[in-house]
């Protein structure tokens, strides 16, 4: 069974860094495009960066207020992505998830806090 799991989440002033992980099991990581998302209170869950798998494996996607700020990243030995948050902001607090899609196959971990709060 596929499973994703992230870590990494926190509390972090504004200005800070983070670096989330997200640890796919059951299955081989690159056959899978990875995504993380995001959800603050009251809004509806947001795309913030997308990996794709081993056919596409330069293909990128960044939410533009998030580009040249966040890095999304795989490690195919670790079966894990990572994604590096640099200068967060407060408005950028939320639930933070990683999506696994191969084909019609979807997953979703259970998701990781991030608070940037001074």
């Known amino acids: 069974q596929v499973q994703l799991v992230e870590s990494g989440g926190g509390l972090v002033e504004p200005g800070g860094s983070l670096r989330l992980s997200c640890a796919l099991s059951?299955?081989?990581?690159?056959?899978?495009?990875i995504g993380w998302f995001r959800q603050a209170p009251g809004n509806e869950r947001e795309g913030v960066a997308c990996?794709?798998?081993?056919?596409?494996?330069?293909?990128?996607y960044y939410l533009n207020s998030v580009k040249g700020r966040f890095t999304i990243s795989r490690d195919n030995d670790k079966n894990t992505v990572y994604l590096q948050m640099n200068s967060l902001k407060p408005e950028e607090t939320g639930v933070y998830y990683c999506?696994?899609?191969?084909?019609?196959?979807?997953?979703w971990g259970q998701g990781t806090q991030v608070t940037v709060s001074s």
């Open positions: 059951g299955s081989t990581l690159d056959a899978y495009a």
């Open positions: 999506n696994g899609r191969r084909g019609s196959s979807d997953y």
């Open positions: 990996i794709n798998n081993r056919r596409r494996p330069s293909s990128l």
